[in-house]
């Protein structure tokens, strides 16, 4: 690593580190809203701390949490594996908060209800049907208060039309049209009560008729009961919380993202919270309130010196932000001194989960949570803290006002983290993608989809700038189809390099042209990346220079196997890094290529035999003569084992290679015409091999096919290449269809007696008895001699 020689940040003790030797790293950082020079407090300059917020786990995370957590987790690679830094991360999850309490109760008293009203029979009951009735009636009046209060089951539909007349249109909008967050809130209201109207009308067995009205039962039932809750029974809302902690943790490793080094979850950190609490009031900026909340005091805080909301300096006074950071179940009057004080732990009222404290039953507030956990577990001074965008203002700026309210002492302010990260949002024509707008696909959906995979998810962060937000287009989509499929391309050539060459013992005694400018690019380009790394982890610069030199090395004129493989190996240890192979290695210096460029092991014994019969027949085709003997002798040659003998997995390989070594026989004792034998061996790549998610890409004398699985790339230029063909195919008929009619009006004009040609024109009235036109419709001079 090159010595530090630039400026460390003022907040970074002088005693750090004097002769550390440290990257000439810059990170963008939020505190300061620039590229800051990056140096950890760590003495050594060896490791940093890392806090992560992580999910809120009460449903399934969507493609917004894979935008930011792997995001997080290619930074995390690079510090790690590029940098060298060792890296303690630490991450929370929240198993407790207003929306855990909201929905776990009101899935335990939906559960409840069920098993009250189980159905005897294929029937709902009838007073199913009455509570239903009054849970859709609360519904509307909530959420949908414009409808008349009157409206009935049959007029539902038309009530609606008339009472959002004017924004109906933009809620009903349909896929990729721009629509606002109140049009998207609509249009979920709108679509449940439409979907329980049509359970009541029709109410079917009980679970569908359940599935229909489930969304209007639980806001009514939690509405009815909620204070019936007992608030030292924690279990109610832990089993939620802990299986979508599960779930989550599972689509993580799915997306390859690595776990944390600490996970921290604030039910179990309860006792650390009260005593942080109780420090922020001892030293003034904390206050407790005859309801048993305690508020952090921002008044007292920035009297004292400090600076409040350092983040987002300009939502400082935005009600609606502070509203949502307070939580849903905090919403009405309070007993704090100011509108912009926050609560730092909370009275818990009848139905809600409550632990004892000093200010009596209660629970943390959102961002005193992880103050708490943080601290205890890394200390006074955070290197890194990183989430979502949208956790900036309130919750980040929180955090930081309440930590330093807890570490500093009078006349020594201390800096709580040194550097925030926060990674752009993943945006659905131009929206945060929201559980509560229900304008999200989870990560299970995604991954279960032929669209995306990890790799693919991973490479379209990775093009991107990881503080920007995306908009996922066509456009993108293409780009990362394109940049996946180039990388398959290079890895599998390189590696077909690699099985016919023996690079740890052959050496090159002198570089040719080629090698010599490709080694010099590969320079470049390790330069390159360093400068781009050290840019705030320049991903998608690094992307590209990744692109531009497979491109240099396909277009080299003839360079050794070598040095086409010394750069495989190199790109190979960058996109290891970046997180893009899960079976990766970076101890092994030697690995080519990423998992996914071999066809299933299943396929092997058949696929490669009839890629290789194929090739020999392909090359007796071609010949001047065709030697049908030799045919039929590489089809004899060849030993299959009875069918009963192979795998279930196997067999569709199997019955393709069999079919095709009894056509090529049949072929072969016919003396069919060359173009029969090589018209099956394109049947064989073209549509049974591919049918099987296997391509055989031909290649010039004597190089044998290439065997390799299909991917987007492979699938899109054949689709686009098809489309191309069939417009062409198209073009072609209507335009023999339009000379064929061309023709056919000649020929009928051919038939026409010459003297009463102009006749059957309307442009002349008069002609002579040569049937010449004499005078034309409006009464001129007909045709001139």
């Known amino acids: ?348 009222k009848p139905g809600e989960p409550a632990w004892p404290s000093p200010w009596g039953h209660g629970r943390p507030g959102w961002h005193i949570e992880c103050s708490a956990m943080a601290s205890e577990v890394i200390g006074r001074a955070i290197d890194i803290h990183s989430g979502g965008i949208d956790l900036r203002f309130p919750h980040h700026d929180n955090e930081l006002a309440q930590s330093e309210a807890y570490w500093s002492t009078p006349g020594c302010q201390v800096q709580w983290t040194n550097y925030f990260i926060h990674m752009g949002q993943l945006r659905i024509r131009g929206l945060k993608m929201s559980k509560s707008l229900k304008n999200y696909t989870t990560i299970r959906t995604v991954l279960s989809q032929k669209e995306w995979s990890a790799r693919s998810l991973r490479i379209c962060f990775l093009l991107m700038p990881w503080q920007d937000g995306i908009e996922v287009t066509d456009e993108l989509m293409k780009a990362v189809v394109g940049w996946e499929g180039k990388l398959n391309n290079f890895f599998l050539k390189s590696l077909d390099l690699w099985k016919h060459s023996n690079p740890k013992t052959t050496t090159i005694q002198e570089h040719s042209i080629a090698d010599q400018q490709l080694l010099s690019a590969w320079d470049k380009a390790r330069a390159d990346v360093d400068t781009a790394l050290c840019d705030s982890f320049n991903t998608s610069a690094v992307m590209r220079i990744l692109s531009n030199l497979i491109t240099e090395s396909n277009s080299a004129e003839a360079p050794s196997d070598q040095t086409v493989i010394l750069l495989a190996q190199w790109v190979t240890r960058i996109i290891t890094i970046f997180g893009l192979d899960p079976e990766g290695d970076l101890s092994n210096p030697d690995r080519v290529g990423w998992s996914g460029l071999d066809i299933p092991a299943p396929a092997k014994p058949y696929i490669y035999t009839a890629s290789q019969l194929r090739d020999q027949v392909r090359t007796l085709a071609f010949s001047n003569s065709v030697d049908y003997t030799t045919i039929a002798k590489l089809a004899d040659e060849i030993t299959i084992e009875a069918s009963t003998l192979v795998a279930e997995s196997s067999k569709p390989y199997y019955q393709v290679l069999q079919q095709f070594r009894t056509n090529i026989k049949t072929l072969a004792a016919q003396q069919a015409p060359a173009r029969d034998l090589l018209a099956l061996c394109d049947q064989l790549r073209d549509v049974h091999l591919w049918n099987l998610g296997i391509y055989l890409e031909d290649r010039n004398n004597p190089q044998p096919s290439l065997v390799r699985p299909l991917d987007k790339l492979l699938i899109e230029t054949r689709a686009e290449r098809e489309l191309a063909s069939t417009a062409k195919a198209k073009a072609k008929l209507e335009q023999e269809a339009r000379e064929a009619e061309k023709e056919k009006q000649l020929h009928e004009r051919g038939k026409v007696d010459p003297l009463l040609m102009f006749r059957a024109s309307d442009e002349y009235s008069e002609w002579d008895e040569s049937g010449i036109p004499t005078v034309d419709a409006a009464g001129g001079c007909g045709v001139q001699e």
């Open 1 to 348: 690593m090159a010595s530090n020689s630039h400026k460390q940040p003022p907040w970074i003790p002088p005693e750090a580190h004097p002769d550390s030797q440290l990257p000439r790293l810059k990170v963008y950082n939020s505190l300061t809203k620039s590229k800051d020079d990056f140096v950890p407090v760590d003495p050594t300059g060896k490791t940093v701390t890392w806090y992560a917020c992580g999910p809120t786990v009460y449903e399934d995370a969507h493609l917004g949490h894979a935008k930011n957590y792997i995001s997080t987790d290619i930074i995390r690679r690079i510090m790690r594996d590029y940098f060298g830094f060792h890296v303690k991360f630490v991450m929370n999850t929240t198993d407790i908060d207003d929306k855990i309490i909201l929905k776990g109760r009101q899935q335990y008293l939906l559960a409840r209800f069920k098993q009250e009203h189980a159905a005897k029979g294929d029937s709902v009951s009838d007073s199913v049907l009455a509570e239903a009735k009054a849970a859709l009636r609360h519904y509307i009046g909530k959420n949908l208060p414009s409808l008349p209060r009157d409206t009935s089951l049959e007029t539902f539909s038309d009530a609606v039309e008339r009472a959002y007349k004017e924004n109906a249109d933009a809620a009903m909008a349909k896929q990729g049209e721009v629509v606002t967050v109140a049009d998207l809130l609509l249009r979920a209201h709108i679509e449940t009560a439409r979907s329980a109207v049509e359970a009541l009308q029709a109410p079917g067995e009980p679970p569908n008729f359940f599935a229909k009205t489930d969304d209007i039962l639980l806001p009514y039932l939690d509405a009815l009961h909620a204070a019936e809750m007992d608030s030292n029974n924690h279990r109610i809302y832990l089993e939620l919380s802990q299986k979508f902690e599960h779930r989550f943790f599972e689509d993580m490793n799915a997306l390859n993202v690595l776990a944390p080094d600490q996970l921290t979850r604030v039910t179990e950190y309860v006792p650390p919270i009260i005593r942080f609490v109780e420090k922020i009031i001892a030293n003034g900026f904390g206050y407790a309130t005859p309801d048993g909340s305690v508020y952090f005091d921002i008044d007292s805080f920035e009297k004292a010196g400090h600076s409040y909301a350092r983040l987002e300096p300009w939502n400082k006074n935005d009600r609606s932000l502070q509203d949502d950071g307070e939580g849903s179940l905090s919403k009405g009057r309070s007993m704090k001194r100011n509108d912009n004080h926050f609560a730092l732990w909370k009275a818990s």
